[in-house]
């Protein structure tokens, strides 16, 4: 047992330098970088995480919570400087819901309703709990908040008189593992809008760590929770190739979740070089590996 906890205090110890010399190569700990490019960049409550936390999440990534910005990147997103933000995926909710949209006809004579298809669309609820285990952990929780919350707003021009012009609408988007992806490149985040985003501190039930700056103070849960409701937004088309002897479905027979469909096959087999709405070339995304 003694050997067991002198391995796990090693490991710790491996990860911690490992993240401190990565900070000090990365600027930007949102994740933004050049030519498309998103680095392996640590995630800053990595160092504030409880030691068991951090282990489990340091060997498995892929579970993260991933958001990216679209619209706050500005003029740096046309070379793939994307801001992203992760959350550990302790999640509390997930409904993905399909609405097929018909509109019946009623026909004098006829028993049934004539039905002409309109659309579908796809609704996605979504809600997370994420511990915190100090007053330095909750504030870097908070600030992930923020900034989510902050990229319900639009962007604006401000022209040279001064006057701001409504621009880019508040575009986002999500990668969780194999089950909220771009189903014609796993490795992108699926694109959409949020639609409702309420938190919940959890105040009552956990309590709060207080703190204080000088003369100002601070309350920080110990647990943030938010609920969200996500409506994807289909960048390709999704339907059926009918023109074929036998019908082919468009992009990926892998939508909306990338599964395993051979022996052997591995599931959401991750990109490191690929970033959640960088652009890349077409010769990148699909290359053989």
Known sequence: MGFLNDLGTKISRSTESTLDKLSEFVADPLGASSAGVHPDIPDPTLKTADVGEKEIRTRLEFSDLIFSFPTSAGISGQYGKYSRIKFPAYITQFQDSFSPKWTPTEVFGRADPIPTYANTTRAINLGVLVPCFNKVDANENLKKINTLIKNLYPGYQQLRSGTRVLDSPPLIRIKFANLLINHTNPAKGLLGYITSFSTDM???????????????????????????????LHESTVGWDISKAEAEFFGNNNFPYNVKNTAGEVVANPDPKVGLGAEYSLDHITKET
């Open 202 to 232: 959890s105040i009552k039930e956990r309590g709060v760590f207080l703190g204080t700056d000088g003369s100002s103070g601070y309350m920080f849960p110990r647990a943030i929770g938010f609920t969200m409701a996500f409506s994807p």
